[in-house]
Each structure stands twice: as C-alpha cells, then as structure tokens.
C-alpha cells in the first residue's frame, strides 16, 4: 500500500462505515459494522476497537486513518471541540484531532453555529458530506447554495464560496420514527406510495402549528374514513413538508432555487417529491460518495 | 336511592372513572379502574365489563348510567357517531345513545368539525368537561371564550354563547411523552422547576419550525453546557409555548384576552405559567368537576 492510501470511516450513532482508499484515490475495501456503532460502545471502549476489530478487518494495519462522526462526541473516542461556523474544508483540516500514536488517526470536528431558539445548534459528520459534496461538484456548489441533508436529525445548511455559512437542524426523521413506533399515530408500514404522501405534504401547510397538524394523521382515518394503511406515507408527507416549509425560513432564505440534496438517494427522492409540489428542483448527491469525497479531500492535504 | 339518582362515568383510553351521583347533585360515590380503560378491553368485552364489574364495584345495579369518553369510540362499547360543531349542551342531549335494555345506559356523542389541514378534527370527552364547566361556571361563559384543555390531545376550544363553534387539537402531551421516552431527548424526570421550563417556553417563540426548535433540548446540552437535569423542564415549556403561541392563531382568534384552563389542575398551573409569559390571565377548572358538571346537566335534562 502507498504513502497516500489510508483509512476512511463514517462511525455515526447507529453504523460504521470504512473504506481502504488506495493512492490514487480509489476504493479498495469497503466493509459496515452495525454492531460498532458509536451508541453501542461501552465509554472508553472505541480505540480498543478500532485497533483489535476493524484494522485488521480492513487489513489496514498500517494505514493513516480519518474519521468523522459521533465518534468525535462525548459517547465516541474523544471529544473534538465543535469549529464554529463560517467553515470551509480547510477549516475542518485545521481543526482535525489525532487520537493515537503510529499511523496518523485522525477525527474531524463537528460544526456548531447559532440555532432557532437561542441555543446553539450542532452537526457531526455532516459537515464532511456536504464540503465532500462541494469538492465532488464544485462547479455546482460555486456562489450561494441551499443543502439539505435529510435523515434522523435533518441539516438545512446554506454554503457559500465552498463555505458552510450556517445551519438549522429538523428532527424529521426521529419524529417520524418515534410517532410511528410509540405514539396513536402507530403504523408499521414503511412509506411507498405516492399520492397519500403528497396528501400530507399539503397537510402541513406553511409548517405552522405542527402538533396539531400531527393530529391530522389520526383525525383522517377515524372521522374521514381514510385507509389506515395509508397513515405511513401520509405521516411522512406531512413532516417532511412541514420542514420543507420551514427550514429555509428558519435559516432567513427564501426557498427560489434548486436544493441540493445529500443522503440516502431513497430519502432525497421523497423530499425531491415534496420540493417539486413547490416549484422546487432538486438535485441529488448520495451521501456515501459525498463523505468518501469528504474525507478523501481532508486527508489529501493533511497528508501534504 | 331516589329516582334522580344516576350512575356517571368518564370512560377514556387509559382510565375510567365513576360517581354515584345522588338524586339532590352530591357525589355519593367515586372510584378509578385505571386497568378498565378502553385501550385494555378486547372488543365487545365493554358491555359484560360494565355489568358484572363496574356496577357492582359501585353498588348502582339499577341506575341510569352516562358515561362520556373514548368508551364511544371504534375501540368502545358502541360507537357514537361525531356531532358536528357548533354543539350546545341540548345537542349533546340530543345526541345520546342508549346502549342497553333496563335502567337507561347511554353515551355522549364526541364532536368534529375542520380541522386545520383539511382533515377534520375530533374530541371525544372533551366537550362534556367544556361544556360542564358552561354549566357550572355560566357567568364566566358568557358571551366568546378561549377554552384550552391540556392533556396527551390537548384542545383549544371557542365558545360563544354556551356553543362549542369550533376547536383544534394539540398533540402537545404525546409528543412530550413519546420524545421524553423514545428520542435522543430521553429524560426519566417530570417537570418541576421554573426556570428551565421558562426558558423552553421562551424557546418556542412563535411555535413555527417545531421540529428544529425541538433539536434545541439537546443542543443546548451538548454544545452549550446546560444541565441535562433541566431537560424535562425545557422540553415541556418548548411544547407548551409553541401551543399557547399556535393554537389560537390555527383557530383564527387573537390571544388577547383570559384563557379558561380546563383540566388536571397541576397541568393547568404549568400552561398558566406559559400564558402569564404573554401578559395572558387563565381562569382554572378542574377536570373531574367539569366532567361530573356536565354529565349531570346531561342527565338531568335527559330524564326530565
């Protein structure tokens, strides 16, 4: 293996992700570890794992390694203080924390920047996707652009000149998940069809009131005999709508343009439903390919 | 036991309550089967349930019966069908349905109109204990009044001239309790504490962008280094203070006046405190006088 391949991992809450990435850039080894998901780790337990388990998994004893994630938190390896927003792939590089002794392993820090409430508001590892998604298509992202990375704790991120400006978080997805598993909006089903869901897309309006718009999804099936199997999709219409409708307000931009969206592709085709039935083009960059880029790009001149 | 003498129950999902109310209006007995709720009974098992254990746990073997709740719902006895809004108190009367042969056992209609997504909205319960506290607080009724009824679906009702004209349901309570349980916003603590749940109402602002302000209850932990302890508190203000900021909006009224609090009284004291916040008086009524107000201004005008 040459001096410029090295380690990749995406080591979130619930996953790891890891990929050998050769000199000249390619992918060489790909293998996810579900089971070492940061919030499955006993505290003090990741550098022991990542040495005994996943080096050798990979074959990747002697290899730099980066990484990004929450297992730059408190529940991860160690803490990489958040960089505070504006923050560009330069940054990230700057604020990049090494972890062990031997070949170079790295974490790349979190962003942090003013939320809605007062309070801060805070992202890890999707910074790395969505600079990775700027240095993947940088004539796209030149100028002013609006990026949503959909998922359990959605990011709507204004970049500007390769620079992520600010950011508001949307727990879109955890909502969902939650309503469905515990709450009487109970369904199992997994959202598939169409028209239901732009039922709710229209059901959230302006994303005003959203509790109450909530209770929609129950008051349609039990007073205006709508099919219960259809409560998935209308659920997910209704809270990626109210987001849709919110979120650009929220970050104090008018929602007149493409929206770049980065994630799972299958996730990004329903927002891309719901931005349509605004007028809004989307286009689509999958999330693997934008943190690889990410990660890629930030050990590239670490290692310079 | 005298001829006016009856058998009232508050029958909702996860409890029901009964009173022996004497022919002169005084509560001759009361007890709660918490295990009898309509969410624990298999179907068809409420009417064998009423008879042989609910009955003689109260000694009312030969009392007319009223019992208001979900008991009229899908999941219930029989179903009583939705009245549609405006509803008076005669409507409800009018509405009743006899269930059973023998000493008169009838249920309250719930009640629907619009809703704010297009889908109707429903109450079931909730409009005995709005239109009871009419009966036993008719000064105060009088004229146009903002009625809010917390709870797991919390309404806010308008009433004008002892008229239920319209209202919209808050999920309020069930997100709190799902996300307190389920979320990355886990806390096992109740609210208790002032100050944090001030800050959380302060949080909400106007209620728009629900599910970014919602992500505030971690950010303001993890990255501005509030006390996790406070969680509960904050939680419940942010919920609370986007309801007392949307409801009124979605119903099409100004907050500018005094807000009748009908409900469990400590529950009450917290959305108190939230409208207080806004320069805003709330008169209390506690639930279960409510509840009992209205099944007897039912029963008595029912068997007059």
Redesign the interface.
């Given at each position: 293996l040459s001096a410029g391949a090295f380690l990749a991992c995406d080591w979130g809450t619930t996953n790891l992700r890891a990929w050998v990435v050769g000199a000249g850039g390619s992918v060489q080894g790909y293998r996810a570890f579900p089971q070492l998901g940061v919030s499955r780790l006993a505290a003090g337990q990741a550098a022991e794992c990542f040495r005994d388990e996943i080096r050798p998994a990979m074959e990747a004893e002697g290899l730099p390694a980066l990484m990004c994630g929450m297992i730059g938190?408190?529940l991860g390896w160690v803490t990489a203080p958040?960089l505070t927003c504006p923050a560009s792939l330069e940054d990230l590089r700057q604020g990049l924390i090494s972890v062990e002794d031997g070949p170079p392993t790295r974490i790349v820090p979190g962003l942090?920047g003013p939320?809605?409430?007062?309070?801060?508001?805070?992202m890890r590892g999707e910074e790395t996707q969505i600079l990775g998604w700027v240095s993947l298509e940088p004539e796209r992202a030149r100028g002013r652009q609006l990026v949503c990375h959909p998922g359990t704790?959605a990011k709507w991120a204004l970049v500007e000149d390769g620079r992520i400006v600010r950011f508001?978080?949307?727990?879109?997805g955890?909502?969902f998940d939650?309503?469905r598993?515990?709450?009487?909006l109970k369904t199992t089903d997994a959202p598939e069809h169409l028209e239901p869901f732009l039922e709710g897309v229209?059901?959230?309006?302006?994303?005003?009131?959203?509790?109450?718009?909530?209770?929609?999804v129950r008051?349609?099936v039990?007073?205006?005999g709508?099919d219960a199997d259809t409560t998935s999709e209308y659920l997910s219409g209704?809270?990626i709508g109210?987001?849709v409708a919110?979120?650009p307000?929220?970050l104090g931009v008018e929602l007149d343009g493409p929206v770049q969206l980065i994630g799972d592709i299958g996730l990004c085709r329903w927002y891309e439903k719901a931005l349509a039935t605004r007028g809004i083009t989307a286009h689509l960059c999958d999330g693997d390919m934008a943190v690889l880029a990410g990660l890629k790009a930030l050990q590239q001149g670490a290692s310079a």
């Open positions: 938190s408190t958040y942090r939320g809605v409430t007062g309070a801060s508001d805070v704790h508001v978080t949307a727990m879109t955890e909502l939650v309503l598993k515990h709450s009487v229209r059901a959230a309006g302006d994303g005003d009131g959203l509790a109450s718009r909530l209770f929609s008051a349609r039990v007073a205006d709508k209704l809270l109210a987001e919110s979120a307000r929220l």
